[in-house]
């Protein structure tokens, strides 16, 4: 996990104007943080962690004190200290498939000096490098790769992303992943990530996208792109830093479109943990799901109205649940892969 300044953040837990701004509480203050972080990306970190601190119980119905409060979020953030080698897993390898075969990289290289040994052919080298490589990332893992390129991508859980070596900057996400592009100046290279949704279209920048539940949000940080809608007469739309933009091809529409959007609320997957500003639970949840691979059933008619404003840690299920548990004031039962969530009695 990233190191945290932590006395820089005991000082912003001191700084009103902090927690104003983590709490969505004023406009100036939410307006000077924005600005401060998009100026200052390398205390980004160290914001996430104290915003996840701030708001560390969001359901307002919920009759809990301050003792009991401390002592959920003790018992949290010592269960997250004693499991951070396994929360994220920053050095994960792709996996690599190429053709319909899942082969790791290490045997990738070892099967191709044996049959450039074998064949020692130039077919062979033209066979290679027209192929498709698929990136597989799994439930409840998180992957970082380097393309060929330069670019950087973090592949969610229960995602993947496909591109042939002959274009390794146009390609196919399922799922979502966070891009960070290497700006080709000296040819103007454009870089396309695809979705069943829309193209995303990119000369130089760091955004997220999710192609998830018949929909595809686009998250921008850095720089400027532009979508390709399908199913419209060329539709094209032009995003800056901030911008949220979610397309559905099914409903054919846009669906979500907001300006001047939260960094952490969009991108905190990668980071290690999930920001919610004022989310329907279920909502909150279907995040969740994907990440896992499992289901949740709210068996409370008062728990599904419920909104969420606060964070959850991702990356170990155990860790997660906890969390909903201690310090969202929800008890659950397991059944397989099936959770069924009501509200803890106290």
Known sequence: MEDIDE????????????????????DGDIVKWEEYLLIHPEHRSVAKAGRVIVLGIPFQRIQSDETQRK??????????????????????????KT???????SWLVAASIAIFILFFSMSYFQFIYSSDVI???????????LLPDGSSVVLNSNSSLTYNTKTPRILSLEGEAFFVVEKKPETGEKFLVITQDLTVEVLGTSFNVNARNDQTKVFLEEGRVELNIK????????????DLITYSEKDNKIKENRKNV??????SWKDGALIFNKTKLKYALYDIEDIYGIQFVIESDELKSEEITGGVPIGNLKVTMETLKEVYGIQFKREGQRYFLSRRVE
Not at 72 to 87: G, H, Y
Not at 231 to 242: L, V
């Open 7 to 26: 006395a820089l953040l005991e000082q912003w837990l001191n700084d009103q104007s902090f927690v104003n701004w983590a709490k969505q509480l004023d």
């Open 71 to 96: 002592k959920s979020l003790a018992r949290l953030l010592e269960k997250l200290e004693s499991n951070s080698q396994s929360v994220v897993k920053k050095d994960k390898k792709p996996r690599y």
């Open 99 to 105: 053709g319909i075969f899942k082969i790791s990289k």
């Open 135 to 145: 990136l597989v990332s799994e439930y409840g893992e998180k992957t970082e790769i």
């Open 231 to 242: 199913n419209s007469e060329n539709e094209i739309i032009k995003m800056n830093p901030g």
């Open 262 to 267: 939260s960094v952490l609320e969009n991108a």
